[in-house]
């Protein structure tokens, strides 16, 4: 949500909190009790969107950024045997599609240092026999594939969440205007009923229903343009 949406929310719950406390006043006015209902269950759809719009693609990337390190670490011990290998035998053909580097999975296009590692775990185990030697076992491989995997599964996620807020945030703006339209066209319209015969929780609505600008530095601060 941005600071407007902030402030407004704030402002309902502190609606929703004056009408809670005083409730014996309007609970017998059928019309109130609808309103205020259907009002507090717009309160909490908009708490659990604003929830879920504050899930951010950082804690994905986050991941995504180790997963990838992982499988760099894991692709590096098969690629420094098959190095010693082809060096070994002579096998230069090895050599040259072997020929990475920590960077080679690091860094560049996402899809490409997952191809790299396939590439890799592809040579080991073809030379799986060769390599025991150099202290490659079918858990290493095994361990290879599955950082591969792991990190492949996570490409795509940081993507996803973008998509997922976006989607959120059209929900919060259309439950904005529903709350709104509660507030304004109902209650603000049938609080009216409380004016002289209950003076005190009139003002407290009143006072309820003013939008305070939290992020400003003091009360005494003009909003701004």
Avoid: C
């Amino acid at each position: 949500m941005d600071d407007r949406q902030e402030n407004t929310l704030s402002m309902f719950q502190v609606v929703s909190q004056t009408m809670q406390t005083n409730q014996a006043v309007w609970s017998g006015v059928a019309d109130v009790v609808s309103a205020v209902a259907a009002f507090n269950t717009e309160v909490v759809g908009i708490e659990g969107l604003a929830a879920q719009q504050q899930q951010s693609s950082t804690g994905v990337t986050r991941d995504k950024k180790d997963l990838r390190a992982a499988m760099a670490d894991a692709a590096m011990i098969v690629v420094g045997a098959l190095k010693a290998l082809a060096a070994r035998t002579g096998n230069d053909d090895l050599a040259a599609q072997i020929d990475f580097t920590r960077s080679s999975f690091i860094y560049g296009r996402d899809t490409q240092a997952a191809t790299n590692g396939d590439v890799v775990h592809t040579h080991g185990t073809a030379n799986a026999a060769a390599l025991a030697n150099s202290g490659i076992t079918a858990a290493t491989l095994t361990a290879l594939r599955g950082a591969i995997d792991a990190y492949r599964d996570i490409i795509s996620r940081p993507r996803e969440v973008i998509v997922t807020t976006s989607a959120v945030t059209e929900q919060l703006d259309a439950a904005f205007a529903r709350i709104l339209a509660i507030l304004t066209d109902q209650l603000d319209n049938l609080i009216e009923l409380f004016r002289v015969s209950n003076r005190p929780f009139y003002d407290q609505y009143q006072a309820a229903r003013q939008i305070i600008d939290t992020g400003s530095p003091s009360p005494t601060t003009p909003p701004g343009p």
